[in-house]
């Protein structure tokens, strides 16, 4: 195997870790804000179909968790085998955030331990509440510590480049690079809102399936409420993210926006085909783009002739942008119709039709993950770490890559069929009728 495919699979088995991953790892980030809401609302209200959701959100969690851990493993491991040049050069500044997320792991972990085996052993159940909050902090801030990392190969900072090395390095500046901020708020808002929609077609789906319980009805609603503050939050966030491009990485941005010429009063360009260099067929939004960059109609926005063509991103990024940004936008309006809806008590979001909607919502958001994520990496190509090592220069030259890549895959399709296997089977088995009946007969046990 030659340089050129050991840096293909390289790239090709890196996107297939991360791709999976991700989908466990966002859910592992959201899901422990879900449970603390569900369960303060439940002790607020006296509400056991509150409680419940809580206990059963958790139990799902924690297989979520196993694997998340299991493909997180593979990512640091993956890390050194393939990309061992890179570690060579970077290895010592990104080692802080990644021992950081390590530790937020672990103090996540230990607390949901004992969260799971302390159920209904607090005679105030304020107290059982109070474990949730450093489950969902440690949950977050693992989140925030990789994505500091990514960030720091988008901006680097907090060293010397002598000789091509890196020297006098200062891991805290390293870390607040410029990058961070919006990829951190970014990353956190957009999984707790994938989070609460893929829960929202749950319990859509069991609406569905003719159980019209209020606890699925509640938790829809709850789900809906969520998703709609984080979806709006989300593309706040992603105002900030575009201005961040604009100053520190206008060659992503311009191949987003299949922005060529360097120009004052910008059209955002959405949708389209791009056909011998010429864009056909795409939604041109007058002055968006400056507006988007620099908060100004007229401002100048860099185009892609300013960059030599080695150093332009692939420009399939346009793509994967306006797949993000559609369902990001789709997600908005529903959830926000759905919220209304309910209050003004609109009688179509109960109809079989918009419960679908809401369904299809679940797999949408995560899809819109998985769309963001292979933008964030494509349109950072082809560097590694920006403007300092190239992907080509940070792979292994070993020939082993390609079995790698079909034993990693042979892990990947086992994890995802066990885990659907086990969640699937566990919820059918533990129905909330049985679960409200049982913990009925469990009350007035204690009384007697």
Not at 205 to 216: E, N
């Amino acid at each position: 195997m030659g340089n050129e495919e050991s840096v293909f699979f390289s790239r090709v088995l890196t996107e297939l870790t991360l791709s999976f991953h991700i989908i466990y790892a966002t859910i592992g980030v959201g899901i422990p804000l879900m449970i603390m809401i569900a369960q303060w609302l439940g002790i607020k209200k006296q509400d056991e179909h509150y409680i419940l959701l809580a206990r059963r959100w958790t139990r799902g969690f924690v297989i979520t968790v196993a694997v998340g851990v299991v493909t997180g493993t593979a990512i640091g491991l993956q890390l050194s085998l393939l990309w061992p040049n890179f570690m060579e050069l970077a290895g010592n500044v990104i080692a802080l955030p990644l021992f950081m997320e390590t530790f937020a792991f672990f103090f996540e972990a230990i607390f949901l331990g004992i969260y799971l085996y302390t159920w209904d052993r607090f005679e105030n159940q304020k107290k059982h509440l109070l474990l949730l909050i450093p489950v969902a902090v440690g949950a977050s801030f693992s989140a925030v510590f990789i994505t500091i990392v990514n960030a720091f190969m988008n901006a680097p900072q907090g060293f010397d480049l002598v000789n091509g090395q890196l020297v006098n390095i200062n891991p805290v500046l390293a870390m607040f690079n410029p990058a961070m901020p919006t990829k951190v708020a970014h990353v956190l808002a957009t999984a707790y809102m994938t989070s609460a929609f893929v829960l929202a077609s749950i319990g859509a789906f069991r609406l569905l399936k003719g159980s019209d319980h209020i606890y699925h009805k509640k938790a829809l609603f709850l789900t809906m409420k969520i998703g709609l503050i984080f979806s709006i939050a989300a593309a706040v966030i992603g105002d900030f993210s575009g201005k961040y491009l604009a100053e520190y990485q206008p060659e992503k941005l311009a191949a987003a926006e299949w922005h060529f010429e360097t120009k004052e009063g910008a059209p955002l360009m959405l949708y389209g085909v791009l056909d011998d260099g010429e864009v056909k067929y795409a939604l041109k939004i007058p002055y968006a783009l400056s507006i988007l960059a620099h908060s100004d109609p007229n401002a100048e926005v860099i185009g892609l002739n300013e960059f030599p063509e080695d150093e332009i991103p692939p420009l399939y990024i346009h793509y994967l942008f306006d797949g993000m940004v559609t369902i990001g936008m789709w997600m908005t309006a529903l959830s926000l119709v759905y919220v209304v809806g309910v209050w003004m008590k609109w009688s179509f979001i109960r109809t079989r039709w918009y419960r679908w909607l809401i369904v299809f919502g679940g797999p949408l958001s995560m899809l819109a993950i998985e769309l963001g994520w292979w933008f964030a990496e494509v349109g950072r190509q082809p560097w590694i770490l920006r403007g300092i090592m190239k992907v080509e220069d940070a792979a292994t030259t070993s020939g082993q890559v390609d079995l790698m890549l079909l034993l990693f895959a042979g892990l990947y399709l086992i994890l995802a069929i066990g885990s659907t296997v086990v969640l699937t089977r566990m919820f059918r088995k533990n129905t909330v009728e049985q679960e409200l009946t049982d913990r009925e007969l469990e009350k007035e046990g204690e009384f007697r």
